[in-house]
Each structure stands twice: as C-alpha cells, then as structure tokens.
C-alpha cells in the first residue's frame, strides 16, 4: 500500500493539518463564532477558508431560515448559489469534498458544512440571511511551518505564516474572529479601525496581525507583455451593496492591445480580489415573519405573522416607516389554519357470528372515523385512545364429536357384473379445525357396498401394438405394428381368431415414414474371388459415392469411405496337392470358416482349401 508521499510500503500518513509525514507540531487549529445581529438580508460573506485548512466544520448554532453558502475565489458557486437552494448532500470544491447538511426544524439544529481538507485554494462562506442571525461557529486546522510548538490561540498568527488569514476589516462584515484574505499590495488595516461604527476593540477574540516590513524591491526589466485589468464580473446585486471581480487580460506593452493569454506569466496574473458596487440602498420591501401556531387544534383557526416595512443600507437591512412601503402591496398578517378535521369514532356494523361452531373464537365489528358533517375521514383524524373495540372473544359451548359421510359414487368399480361403489366416511367435531376421530361414538358406518352393472356380454376388438423404428436411416421407409383381435369378457381379456373381428374395420399394420432426408452416401459391389488360393491374395471391390437421385457425388466423408481391396487366404502353399485338387467355387473361404470340409461334397469341390486348412492342423508348426 502506498503511503501519502506516493512510495509503497512506506505507511507515511497525513497529520491532522494534512501535512504528510507531519507530526501535528506545525498544527494551528482556528476558531470563532460569528455572532452580528445587524445584518442584511440576502447573501452575507462571514468567512475565508484559507488554502490547506484541514478537518473544517461550519455549523449554524440552532435552526433559522437562513442557509449557508460556499463560493469559491473567482466568483464560482459551488452550494446554494444564484438565489438557489442545493438539496443535502456532498460537493467537490478546492480539492477536497464538502458535506452540506438541512436538520429539519423539528431537529432544532442548524445548518453544517464539514470537510476533511486540506483544501487547494482558498474558498468563501456566505449565509443567505433571511432572519436574525442565530450564530454561527466555524473550526479548522491549519499547517504553520514556521510555528516552534502548536497553539490554538489565535492571537499570534501573521501575515508571513498566513497569507490567506486576515483580521476583521471595517469595509466587510465577518465572523467574529474572522479571516480575511490579503494581496500582496494591500494595506494592513491599523488596530484603530473601526467596524461598523464599533472599535475593534469591542470585537469578540480579533486576530492581530503585526505589520510586516516589505522585503527589498529589485526591479526586473519590463517584459512585453503584462496583465491588465479590463473589466469587472457582474455585481451580485443591483442595489444595497454586493460585489464583484475584477477582470485582467494580457496586453501588448507597446500597443496596448489585448492577446493571447499564452503570452503572459500566468504565475504572475493577479488574483481577483472580491470589491464592493451597487452601494447605493434598495427600495423599501416587506419583511414578513413566520406564521404563528394556529389558534385551534383541530377545524378552522387563525394564524398571525409580523409584516415589516424594511430597506436595505450599507450590505444591512433596517426597519423604516411603513409608509415608504405604501406603494407596495401589504401581505397579509392573518390567515385561515385548518390543522386537522374535528372527529369522531362511530360503530359501523353489529358484532359478527363467532368463528368457531364451538368452544372459544372471535367476532369483529366495523368502526370508522367521521367528521362533525358525517363524512367519512382518515383514522389518523380520530383519536386512538377513544377507538371501540373491533375485536372480542366468544365462547360457543363445548364441541361434540360424530360421523359424518357423503353420498355413494354413482360409478361402480366394474363396467358389467358385480362391483364396488365407495364413499367418506369422517369423525368430525363441531369445531371445524378438529379432525381427530378417537372420540367418535358408535361403529362406523360402512365406506363401501356392492354394485351390480348386470350381466357381461362377450365382445372382441382389433387391438393394435407399437410402431415399429423406420425401416431405413433416410429417405423413406416403412414402418410395421401387430393388429390382433381380442375379445374381452367383464375384466377377462383372450386373444381370439382374426375372422371374428372381420366385421369391424381393421387399422393398418404397415405405414410409410420418412427419415432424415438423405444426403451423399458410399456404396459398394460384392468382394472378388481372391486373387490366389494361399500365400496371401487379394480381393478388390468397387466403391462410389452416390447421391439421392443415385448419381454420381463428390460430397460423401473421405474418412468413412469403405475399403476398395483386402487379403484373402494367407495361409500357405502345400507342394505335394495334386494338380486336380483345386477350388472349384470362389466362396471356398468361407466353406472353410464353417468347417464344411468335413463333408465329402465340400471336401471336393473346394479341394486345394480344405486340403490346405487339414495340413495346417496336422503339421506340429501349426500346433
């Protein structure tokens, strides 16, 4: 396994401030709260993630109708931008994953943001305001290589250590301590600025930050090319204070005019820094609050609410005179509430038979919740603890046991002469689930008799067997079967003579059948007479491959072809045969192979072989 420095088996990890191989030493962790009542509606940046922060967690301190944001940098959205709520869930933003979270109000809890870090760049926390603000808490760790010992205070910090943290600064509202990110040429702000028309020393836990002497100018020689800035982003709002970016493009330093970025430094492009437009105050607006709990717990009630005339100065909304409102529509301060339909329970339906014919069971009835009108609601309308009953026992008496039987079959067991006709006999209870017959009293009535379908009367028939397998491989064949007549006598069946099923129409004993249907295939002419009568001869046949229509084919398997020639009458030569003695038949070998040569006919006329096949018996080699 590769460890966080990329070498397998090294087991290097992350410290808690993301730094690989670290031992936490360089860890700073960051804290505060912002806790500004005097906020505008809309959106409100209240903190800076700087780059590196690790195990980060913004958390609103209970539930509020405000939601929080996060941005990044260049003016990018990331959770709940452009005035639009983001379901919960996780969102990939500067090199690490957020996890937004909405507890409903019942929950009490407010709104969180939390990711593991480190993050890549630094990123902007917003809180769409649309109520007082009910505090918000932020936590991070941060790696402070220059730092002797780790510390979680935080009135140490610097610019050098922290070049993405800033104190609190009188053109913004941030959390309190809050971050802030500085460029390169910006002013540190002197201990006596004010925020808000309030010192800062009246700030809860400000960061200070020291000012740092500049380090020397070398000024390098001018490059062609340089970034300029050309434009700004759109304002976030159109009145009451927002922001905007700048926006820088590379230029020719001769002509001034705008090129390629390829030509420019891009190490050297300047970052956007957030400013202030529109800061001129928005027209005055009603501020409505939440609906209050209705007036009655079921049926129709009354909801109030608090309708304010507000206006927004500065990036902060303040209550006027409601009649710098007059030209606008007042929302209603009171309306109907109807939380639930007045009910009640009503039975329905009378208790039902019991379901046992003896002993203990259950009866059920029928109830239903209605409204004061009579109309039939959800149960959920009604309440529980007032329901009747709709389930109770019942008690039918002991169970008694006694037989119990259907009617005879109507079918005899035999089609003429005597049979048996049956029929089921049970010991049943009163209760239906009990079929135990132990208790049944009195002999058991009978569950069979006799029957008689009269007299047998002697009849035959054609009985017919199986076909038999086609008669050939392919093409077509034939098929057999027997057919014979038998006669047959109540269950007593004889075969009996043709004749006397003559007069009956008698099924066919032979079919045609088709097989596969027949492709190229190998024939042959009968063996030869052998070549000689001894010391080893040879018999030749011919063979061709035929098709269906018996032509001549080339599309029959070389490997099954059948052989064309073989040996015959290997044995040898006897010298003292007489030059009479000779096969008159060309089949002798096999007169020989059914040692016929015993007889005197066979002896003779294949004379040379049964001489032959006798020296061979008598000679000791043969032996």
């Known amino acids: 396994t590769p460890g966080c420095d990329g070498i397998l088996g090294s087991n290097t990890t992350l410290d808690t401030c993301g730094v690989c191989g670290g031992d936490g030493s360089t860890c700073k962790f960051m804290s505060g709260t912002f806790k500004d009542t005097n906020v505008p509606i809309g959106y409100h940046k209240i903190l800076e993630i700087p780059k590196g922060a690790t195990q980060i967690k913004v958390r609103e301190l209970t539930w509020s109708p405000n939601y929080l944001a996060l941005r990044g940098r260049t003016g990018k959205s990331i959770i709940n931008g452009n005035w639009a709520v983001d379901p919960p869930g996780r969102y990939e933003a500067g090199g690490t994953v957020f996890v937004y979270t909405q507890p409903g109000r019942e929950e009490q809890e407010g709104e969180t943001f939390t990711a593991e870090g480190p993050t890549t760049e630094a990123l902007d926390v917003y809180m769409i305001f649309q109520q007082d603000n009910p505090g918000i808490s932020f936590q991070f760790f941060i790696s402070s290589p220059n730092s002797p010992n780790p510390s979680t205070d935080q009135s140490n910090l610097s610019q050098q250590q922290y070049g993405s943290l800033r104190s609190v600064s009188a053109s913004e509202t941030l959390p309190n301590p809050g971050v802030h990110v500085y460029s390169p040429d910006e002013h540190i702000p002197p201990p006596q600025t004010r925020h808000h028309g309030r010192p800062a020393s009246t700030l809860q836990r400000n ?269 077509e064949g034939s098929q057999r079967r027997d057919v014979i007549c038998v006669s047959k006598m109540g269950a007593e069946f004889n075969v009996s003579d043709a004749s006397e099923c003559a007069h009956l129409e008698k099924p066919p004993s032979l079919q045609s059948c088709n097989a596969r249907p027949c492709g190229s295939r190998w024939f042959t002419s009968p063996w030869s007479v052998c070549s000689q009568s001894c010391l080893r001869g040879i018999q030749m046949r011919e063979v061709r491959c035929l098709a269906a229509d ?62 032959h096949i006798q020296q061979r018996t008598t000679t000791p080699e043969s032996r």
């Open 207 to 475: 960061i200070r930050v020291p000012p740092i002497a500049p380090p020397p100018v070398h000024w390098p020689e001018q490059p062609q090319f340089f970034w300029k800035r050309v434009d700004n982003t759109p304002c976030s709002v159109t009145c009451g204070k927002g922001f905007w970016y700048p926006i820088y493009q590379c230029v020719s330093r001769n002509s001034l005019e705008e090129v390629n970025e390829e030509e420019c430094d891009l190490s050297n492009k300047p970052f956007p820094q957030e400013e202030a437009c529109n800061t001129q105050p928005c027209p005055a607006f009603w501020d409505v609050g939440n609906w209050s709990v209705c007036s009655r717990t079921c049926g129709s009630g009354i909801q109030h609410r608090q309708v304010l005339c507000r206006q927004m100065y500065a990036n902060r909304t303040t209550m006027v005179h409601p009649q710098r409102c007059s030209g606008l529509v007042k929302p209603n301060i009171t309306q109907t509430c109807h939380l639930r339909i007045c009910s009640h329970w009503e039975i329905q339906t009378n208790w039902s038979t019991c379901s046992v014919m003896c002993g203990l069971g259950q009866r059920t009835r029928n109830v239903r919740c209605v409204s004061n009108q009579g109309d039939e609601v959800g149960e959920t309308e009604c309440s529980n603890r007032l329901r009747p009953r709709t389930d109770e026992a019942c008690d039918m008496g002991p169970c008694v046991r006694s037989w119990f039987h259907n009617e005879w079959s109507s079918i005899c067991s035999a089609e003429c002469g005597p049979g048996i006709q049956k029929r089921s006999v049970l010991c049943l209870s009163s209760s239906a689930t009990d079929e135990s017959q132990e208790s049944c009293g009195g002999t058991k009535p009978s569950d069979m008799r006799v029957c008689n379908s009269g007299p047998c009367e002697r009849t035959v028939k054609w009985y017919t067997g199986p076909w038999s397998q086609c008669s050939v491989d392919c093409g």
């Open 550 to 611: 018996k032509s001549y084919s080339q599309l029959c398997d070389l490997d099954t072809k059948p052989d064309e020639k073989k040996v015959c009458n290997t044995q040898p030569c006897s010298a003292a045969l007489d030059e009479n003695c000779r096969d008159r038949y060309h089949n002798c070998a096999v007169v020989v192979q059914a040692r016929l040569c015993v007889y005197a006919y066979y002896k003779q006329a294949c004379c040379a072989s049964c001489a």
